[in-house]
């Protein structure tokens, strides 16, 4: 294994799978499959799931809500999709935790730095749900300071694309994909990785970046093996 502890971002709307709107309940199955396979070899993964399959404060805003109040409603969704999550790993009898930056301890555990380290190292997959806590950020911000909480190897972005791309690929035919790109590149070429708050801190903390496609049987498993699938990011 080229990597020994992960942390794994979902997006929500990868969980719609085919649907419009929420969880498709295959899409989730197969994830959680791919996670346990990961788990099974002895990797410690940590996963911060976003709820753009249910909520976005953006989208509240500009239908004329309160920002706050509709970024709460997005992490309150990251909780509901880190629920769905534990229940399918726990279908594949992966030992979970999940731990909420928002508490509501009926429900989860409240983060707790050290605790989610102990977790990991007991071989139990942590997942990280209401993003940082605080309106404003997004779920790629959460990810990437969780994992440099937690000491990460790497950030998995899981995507629908199988990488970095010159252009968007689903738009542009000659888009061409990069293998391996510095940050500074990404910058300047101002290409989409994450949103600029979670990229800079990332590259401030010197925490790789590897973006692949989730959709594809296998390719966790390779990625953490360290096969060249998707695009790196690195110093
Ligand atoms: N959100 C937030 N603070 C955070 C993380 C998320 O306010 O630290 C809210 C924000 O409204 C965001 C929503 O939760 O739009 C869902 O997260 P995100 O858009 O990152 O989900 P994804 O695009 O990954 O599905």
Redesign the pocket.
């Known amino acids: 294994m080229q990597y020994k502890r992960i942390l794994l971002?979902?997006?929500?709307?990868a969980l719609m799978g085919n649907q419009q709107y929420g969880i498709d309940p295959i899409r989730l199955k197969e994830y959680a499959q791919e996670i346990k396979q990961i788990t099974d070899k002895g990797v410690e993964v940590a996963i911060v799931?976003?709820?753009?399959?249910i909520?976005?404060?953006?989208?509240g805003a500009s239908s004329g809500m309160d920002r706050v109040q509709?970024?709460?409603?997005?992490?309150l969704?990251?909780i509901i999709n880190g629920l769905a999550l534990q229940s399918a790993l726990e279908n594949e009898e992966v030992p979970t935790r999940l731990q909420t930056?928002i508490n509501i301890n009926e429900v989860a555990e409240p983060f707790i730095r050290r605790k989610a380290i102990r977790h990991l190292e007991k071989g139990r997959v942590v997942i990280f749900g209401?993003?940082?806590?605080?309106?404003?950020?997004?779920?790629?911000?959460?990810a990437v300071l969780r994992a440099i909480e937690i000491n990460a190897d790497v950030i998995l972005k899981g995507t629908r694309v199988d990488g970095i791309y010159t252009s968007d690929p689903e738009k542009d035919k000659m888009a061409t994909k990069f293998d391996f790109i510095s940050f500074e590149d990404v910058l300047q070429k101002g290409l989409k990785v994450m949103d600029t708050t979670a990229f800079t801190l990332s590259q401030e903390n010197e925490l790789p970046i590897i973006v692949f496609d989730m959709n594809t049987k296998g390719n966790l498993l390779k990625v953490v093996c360290g096969e060249r699938i998707g695009t790196k990011v690195n110093l």
């Open positions: 971002k979902l997006s929500g709307e799931i976003g709820g753009g399959n909520f976005r404060g953006l989208a509709g970024d709460n409603m997005g992490m969704a990251t930056a209401g993003g940082t806590g605080n309106p404003y950020f997004t779920t790629d911000s959460a």
